[in-house]
C-alpha cells in the first residue's frame, strides 16, 4: 500500500488558520473513517491529535479540526500559534496495516 | 504512570540481528494491540509491525519475513526481533499503544523510541 500524499511544507502566521490535506485512494482514504493525525515536534515522540477523522482527544485544543471530503482527508489548524510549529503526519488504520502520510511541516511565520 | 519504554537498540552490522523490548506501564497491557513504527533521521514515520489481542501478527513487506513480533502479557512487554539487517533499517523505534481496548485505530500512547544504527 502507497503512502499517503501530504504536501512537504505549509506555513501560516499567527492568528491564521491553515489546512494540511492528506490524500489516498478510493480504496484506502475513501473507504475508512479511520484516519488520524499526529504531531511531532524535533526529538520528540509523536502526539495524537485527531482520531477517526474529526475526533479530538482530550487535552487537544479545540483549534484543531480534522474532516474528510471524497479520497482526501484535512487537518485544519484555527488561530495559529508559535507553539504548533511541528511536523505533522497522517496515517491510515485498515484491517490488515497502517500507513503514513510523508509529513507536513508547518512553519509560523 | 501510563508509560512506554523502549529499550535494546544500538549499532549493529549488516546482516546482523538485533532485538527490541517495550515495556509497559500503568495499564492492563494484554488488552491492547501493539505495534511498532518507525522513523529514520530527517524522515517520515513508518508502520513496522502489530500484535492483537487474538494473537494476530502484521507486518509491511519491507519488513516481513525478516521482523518478528512478540509479546509477554504477564512481563507486560512488546518485542521486535530484527533479523538480516540492512542499512535502510536505520532508525528510531517506536513502541505504540492503539487508542481502545482490543479495538481502537490510532495510537494514542508513545515510547520515547530507541535508536537502531546498521552500520560497517
Known amino acids: 500500500q502507497s503512502a499517503l500524499t501530504q504536501p512537504p511544507s505549509v506555513s501560516g502566521s499567527p492568528g491564521q488558520s491553515v489546512t494540511i490535506s492528506c490524500t489516498g485512494t478510493?480504496?484506502?482514504?475513501?473507504?475508512?473513517?479511520?484516519v488520524s493525525w499526529y504531531q511531532q515536534t524535533p526529538g520528540t515522540a509523536p502526539k495524537l491529535m485527531i482520531y477517526?477523522?474529526?475526533n479530538r482527544p482530550s487535552g487537544v485544543p479545540d483549534r484543531f479540526s480534522g474532516s474528510k471530503s471524497g479520497n482526501t482527508a484535512s487537518l485544519t489548524i484555527s488561530g495559529l500559534q508559535a507553539e504548533d510549529e511541528a511536523d505533522y503526519y497522517c496515517?491510515?488504520?485498515?484491517?490488515?496495516?497502517?500507513?503514513f502520510g510523508g509529513g507536513t511541516k508547518l512553519t509560523v511565520l | 504512570e501510563v508509560q512506554l519504554v523502549e529499550s535494546g537498540g544500538g549499532l549493529v552490522q549488516p546482516g546482523g540481528s538485533l532485538r527490541l523490548s517495550c515495556a509497559a506501564s500503568?495499564?492492563?497491557?494484554?488488552?491492547?494491540?501493539m505495534h511498532w513504527v518507525r522513523q529514520a533521521t530527517g524522515k517520515g514515520l513508518e508502520w513496522v509491525s502489530a500484535?492483537?489481542?487474538?494473537?494476530?501478527?502484521y507486518y509491511p513487506g519491507s519488513v516481513k519475513g525478516r521482523f518478528t513480533i512478540s509479546r509477554e502479557n504477564a512481563k507486560n512487554s512488546l518485542y521486535l526481533q530484527m533479523n538480516s539487517l540492512r542499512v535502510g533499517d536505520t532508525a528510531v523505534y517506536y513502541c505504540?499503544?492503539?487508542?481502545?481496548?482490543?479495538?481502537?485505530?490510532?495510537?494514542?500512547?508513545w515510547g520515547r523510541g530507541t535508536l537502531v544504527t546498521v552500520s560497517s
Open positions: 478510493s480504496s484506502d482514504v475513501g473507504s475508512y473513517n479511520r
Open positions: 477517526e477523522v474529526s
Open positions: 500484535f492483537g489481542t487474538a494473537g494476530d501478527t
Open positions: 500503568g495499564f492492563t497491557f494484554s488488552s491492547y494491540d
Open positions: 505504540a499503544r492503539v487508542g481502545l481496548p482490543h479495538g481502537g485505530w490510532y495510537f494514542d500512547l
Open positions: 496515517s491510515l488504520y485498515t484491517s490488515s496495516n497502517v500507513v
